[in-house]
């Protein structure tokens, strides 16, 4: 197992109290595996990708309880020493603003270098060397010049390319994407999302891949899982999520994909409503208030884990034995388009 | 922009200032009510006009404000009013070779220690050691220049020389409090004026620095498994100060308007000493000259800061083109 | 996370109820507005509270300290350089004068005039600055220009020009630092203006007009307000130090009429003896100053939105 977290909870500080972005996170990772964290702004996607890293933003930050396992080693205590051992080297980490995510005076070269000087005892010259064969694999042109460029003489799509160069660099176990594609244009979006799904294959590197978007999943990743209000709500194989979804918030994001085969009558309709503050989550399930088939129980109790097949499962009362049967209310014709579609930003 | 344009630009824009200083520093000084001769004495009335086509003021305004441009373009400041025989140039010569050297020894007191003080405060953030740093940079920007100055002249020249008296038994100075004759002369002056310099570039530091520390890049730095002196170093202080570099140009008029006070105090044979003697006496062509010169110097100096800017920060140096 | 295990639920557990989209955008968070949030954070900062209750001491003494004691021209030549006693609590000048009188005087003029170069420079910068930066264009290209040249210009040589060309007095001296102080103001007044117009201009043309006025009322025009606040703050401890240069190097306030300035110029004379002569203005500029620079920053760091959250 490379990576393993046990009911991660992570809280913030801040003036009018505790936070709770991380409010209890499960989920393993293997060696090469691509699973997505996907769910609306201010979900706790990025807060339980920095606690894998272990840069939450400090003081504030903390892990309040729950555990996570880096080739089984608890790191949940580790020093900052030891965190140095682990980041660049064997996490990569790619952020979601290319434009401002490199250090505007140093050239692209030394930025890449540094990880490998720092983590393979390379010198100047090899890790340049190495740093050159990096943006050639990211399939940057001209490269011999291109290397002793700064940023600011990178388009975006380029500096995003060279992130990943950056997060690559080492030979990482696992590459976490952090809405790698959300800054870009729809064209470069889909170029950078290929991009890293062929390195991916080429490499056999793990990737977390953070997005709003289920339509940029399904070209890349192996699982989904879909977290809303600081917890998982769904995780699945790509079929049990998109073929099978049992999650209303599920089906909410499957309904706000933007398809080229949507016919009139079920057009795009983004999720009324907004998520909750974590500030002071509700007591029941985080989607009641936007949920159609909101039920009592869902106002007072958090609702359990639902095992629905080995690789399935979903936190939703209407899986209770004693609930009304629903059907899901998404076309019979799935997500035929999502492929199609992975540039769209919308959720 | 590219870097051409850019220095281009701020060649203009300083030569176009220099020439508006010179306009109205000529203009302004002819509404002058005093006069260098009169005082308050009565003077026969042929030996003013004599004194006054002397010095050319009997001539109209426009024709003398031309030939004074034309005297300039030679390098020619004119004669002083109240020192026989003077050329303002000889003096300007003379006295701001003492300027500059006290002035760069503030400079460079007050720039490294007010940088190593921002870097310390923003990395103890909200610590003791911000606290400190930022109540010295308060104090430093707090406190003018001739209370500094008096009150290390009174600590050493008094306070201390006292005690050294009264333990070694001997008026010896360690550190001279007046005039300018060696390296132990130009401990106090430079601290005095170097002072405030440090309180605004450790304040402009600090604040830098914690701009720079929520950016992005640091994120991506600390990724990459960094050390701490690595992410600092590298990624926090180089872009940190880039903002710094800027405040040169106006720190250096700072110091410049300091030494009036600073080489009073200490009795220091500058030009800061001899602009205050001529604004006081009204002599008209030794302000005029000096006023020209402080200008002249200081937007000089803006622009060297600029352009240096310029080719230090990556982003202006290979601007391609229009931005 | 909870498995799921035998839960004891209510029978009527599964009922049905709407779902509830205002409450889910309900804000729990305690919601301030933007000076509400900005007097809560100021009055955490002890420093700047302190600083708060000193100059508003030290206003009242610049208002009523003259009423009080109103001779501070009177002169008394069977006691000069007296020091401190219980007659004359700061001692008196070399004309027998009362220096506590002429400190509460001195505090007056400093004051005054720190506070009227500022208002005025704030007045001049909002119409320039406003003006170039709501007009646009080449006038606004032209406006800035100018505004460029100026601030290249040495503010201490303009100063000191202006003071030896005209007649001495508060007057002038008010005249000439306003002259230089208002364009840095412009420039700032400048940005603001520029911000909110593009803010407007992007939010009208992608929120189809819902919401932008509020947006802007409610956050853009008070963050504008706070950070010139803050300008105004910290212009007028410059102005006093600028006074006490001036009037140091014999330029600034003329005697009889008393400022700190001047005080410490007179003391500096008399420098080292008869040492409270200096000292007393002399500290007196210091703690005005210390507290409008510290009282500013709590002000600034109060007011940065970057720091709400
Ligand atoms: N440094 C911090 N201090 C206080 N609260 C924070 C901090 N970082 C994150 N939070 C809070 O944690 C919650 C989760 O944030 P997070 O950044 O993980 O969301 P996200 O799912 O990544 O959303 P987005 O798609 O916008 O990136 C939010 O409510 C946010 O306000
Ligand atoms: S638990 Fe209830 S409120 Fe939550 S998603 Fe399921 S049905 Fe909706
Ligand atoms: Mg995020």
Known sequence: MLLELKDLKVSFDTYAGEVQAVRGVSFSLDKGEVVALVGESGCGKSVTAQSVMGLLAKPAGRIKSGSIKIEGVEASGFSEKQWEGIRGKKIGMIFQDPMTSLNPTMTIGAQISEGLIRHQGMNKKQALERAEEMLKLV???????????????????MRQRAMIAIALACNPELVIADEPTTALDVTIQAQVLDLLKNLQQKLETAVIIITHDLGVVASIAQRVMVMYGGIIVEAGNLK???????????????????????????????????PPDLFAPPAGCPFADRCDWCMKVCKTD?????????????ACWLLHDGAPKVESPLVPHGATGARKSKGARHV | MSLFSYIMRRVLISLLTVFVVVSITFFLMNLMPGDPFIGNKAVPKAIKDNLYAKYGLDKPLFERYLMYLGNLAKGDLGMSMTYKNQKVINVIKQ????SADLGI??????????????????????GPWDTTATLLAIIGVSIPGFLIGTLVQYIFGFLFSNVIKDVFNTTYQLIPIARWEGFRYTLLPSFALGFSSLALTSRMMRTSMLDVLHQDYIKTAKSKGLTPLQVTWRHTIRNAILPVITVLGPMTAAIMTGTFVIEKIFAIPGLGKFFVQSVQMYDYTMILGLTLFFSTFLIFM??????AYGFIDPRIRLAKGKA | MIMEANLKLAADAFERVPKDIAQSQALVRPSLTYWKDAWRRLKKNKVAMVCLVFIGLIAVIAIA?????????????EKTFAEPDSVNWFGTDDLGRDQFARVLRGGRVSLFIGVTVSLISLTIGIIYGGLSGYLGGWVDDLMMRIVDILITIPDMVILILLLVVLDPGIGTLILAMSVTGWTGMARLVRGQVLQIKEADFVLVSKVLGAGTFRIITRHLVPNAIGIIIVRLMMSIPGVIFSEAFLSYIGLGVRVPEASWGNLAEAGAQQFPNHLYMFFIPAAFIMFTMLAFNLFGDGLRDALDP???K
């Open chain 1, 139 to 157: 399939e940057i042109p001209n490269v011999q010049e291109r290397i002793h460029q700064y940023p600011h003489e990178f388009s975006g799509g």
């Open chain 1, 240 to 274: 049990d999520i998109y073929y099978e979804g049992k999650h209303p918030y599920t089906w909410g994001l499957m309904k706000s994909i933007p398809r080229l085969d949507r016919t009139k009558a079920d057009e795009l309709s983004p999720i009324e409503g907004t």
């Open chain 1, 302 to 314: 958090m609702p359990p884990l639902h095992k629905v097949s080995e690789t399935h499962s979903v």
């Open chain 2, 95 to 98: 006295a701001f070779p003492v």
């Open chain 2, 105 to 126: 020894r503030s400079l460079i007191f007050g720039v490294i220690g007010g940088l190593l003080l921002g870097v310390i405060a923003a990395l103890h953030h909200n």
């Open chain 2, 302 to 307: 803006n622009l060297v800061v600029d352009i």
């Open chain 3, 65 to 77: 300290g003259p009423i009080a004691f109103p001779n501070y021209r009177a002169n008394n030549l």
């Open chain 3, 306 to 308: 970057k720091m709400r």
